[in-house]
């Protein structure tokens, strides 16, 4: 098995609450990231597919592919949008990280051949990121 990996970036806003909590819970437990005007990432991502190499092509997938993939489904989804209101995915779930990243993989996955695996990594920082795989 070999893994390749594609880096990508978008910008997006976002507001970390919930809406069936008081203000002064959400500012409780989310503080700064509960500003009703929302704040901003340049978020980074590291999309990485396993597989077997394919004998005729050489490649685990094509990254002409996952590139088209990221792009559709991930840059220009998500891309300069405020996440809370301009993504339908975050109507009713919350914009944390640990959403985002699942989301993006829920995305990607359902593009690729069923016999590559993922890995998604997300950075909300530069020092901030989760991971997800599916399980």
């Not at 704040?39 to 002409?64: F, R």
């Not at 891309?79 to 989301?103: C, Q, R, S, Y």
């Amino acid at each position: 098995m070999v893994t390749v990996s594609r880096k990508a970036h978008f910008n997006a806003a976002h507001r970390l609450y919930r809406k069936d909590w008081s203000f002064e819970k959400n500012d409780a437990v989310f503080g700064k990231c509960n500003n009703p005007n929302f704040h901003g990432h340049n978020y980074e991502l590291i999309a990485s597919v396993t597989g077997e190499i394919n004998p005729e092509t050489g490649y685990v997938i094509d990254m002409k592919i996952l590139k088209d993939i990221i792009k559709k489904e991930v840059e220009d989804a998500f891309d300069h949008k405020n996440l809370n209101i301009d993504v339908p995915e975050f109507e009713n779930l919350n914009p944390t990280a640990e959403n985002i990243v699942v989301v993006i993989y829920d995305k990607i996955k359902s593009k690729l051949d069923s016999k590559l695996d993922l890995e998604v990594t997300l950075y909300e920082t530069p020092r901030n990121f989760v991971s997800y795989s599916g399980k």
